[in-house]
């Protein structure tokens, strides 16, 4: 059994914990209220401009060759070369946040053989793949606590190179969102444009009017201005969404953390409470074994007095 003095100690140092734990908690509120004005400010931007794609692919005429379109690609698809972009927080304490991201990673890796390039965002998302001698093509070196729109062209430009230069064929991004207190890693397509050939393949509803629609220079040359910032867009989304989930993550992982704590403690005072408890009785035990013997010494040595009188 643990000594009062070990009971103390550990219930000293679940208290300094505890401290360590509701802080985080705070903190991670307050960035969250932060993120997800971030996100309420963004989600227009982003539903606008994929709102323009669809309006413009919706009258894109047949035959439209563009670097875009997912009919340009004439390579099997075992054979094409995928990116994987990768969105991680830069420290742990965030419940099953990166991992749920690097498990998903992985398990599309493995089926790729060879064909495959990261672009990882993210300190966690690094040192996994550096630890598992797993080549990382592109690490994009800036915390993924602020995310900025001047990081997302940023990166935006970074991976439309790979692809005008046909060093990938297929960019994949591997994100967290968070609905309520519910996150949820996402697992989306993001070059070439499935929108489009999802689009395309509508067929128009009864009674609609077709609107009509003049490209000038060309649809291509459209599509060449408008994808780029719809990249753009959705890059800074996934980062405003990471950072918004990461926070609640772990917010929810600082307030578990807090009430395991509070658990441990009614716990470990319970024990403290009786082993104290037993060690007064036993001491009050000792004290009156002790004063017992006393006496019976005494009277002892009273009988022993009296026989040497006679």
Known sequence: MA?????????????????????????????????KKMLTETEPFFFAT????????????????????????????????????????????????????????????????????LFVIGEV???????KNMDIEESFLFTSQNPTLHRARKIAAEILDYYYSRQIDEFYVIYTTVHGNVCEAR?????????????????Q?????????????????ILDNI?????????????????????SARMMAMDSANKNAEKMLDNLQRTYNRTRQALITQEI??????AKALKRSKEAKKKGAALEKR
């Open 285 to 290: 035990t000792e004290v009156v074994s002790g």
């Open 125 to 131: 998302g690094r040192f996994h793949f550096a630890s």
């Open 205 to 221: 509803p009864a009674g609609v009017m077709r609107e009509e629609f003049l490209m000038e220079p060309s649809p291509s040359a």
């Open 50 to 117: 994929q709102a323009m794609i669809s309006r413009v692919v919706r009258h894109l005429p047949e035959g439209v060759e563009n670097i875009f379109l997912e009919t340009r690609l004439d390579i099997p698809e075992k054979e094409r070369r995928k990116g994987y972009i990768i969105f991680t927080d830069d420290k742990g304490l965030a419940g099953a946040y990166n991992h749920n991201v690097l498990d998903i990673a992985e398990e599309h890796i493995k089926n790729d053989g060879d064909k495959w390039k």
């Open 3 to 35: 000594t009062i003095k070990e009971i103390r100690d550990r219930i000293n140092s679940v208290n300094d914990t505890k401290k360590i734990t509701n802080a985080m908690y705070l903190i991670s509120s307050t960035k969250l209220r932060k993120a």
């Open 227 to 247: 994808v780029p910032n719809y990249i753009t867009g959705f890059i800074y989304g996934a980062l405003v969404e990471a950072f918004c989930s990461v926070q």
């Open 187 to 203: 697992f989306e397509k993001l070059l070439p444009l499935d929108i489009i050939t999802d689009i395309q393949m509508m067929e």
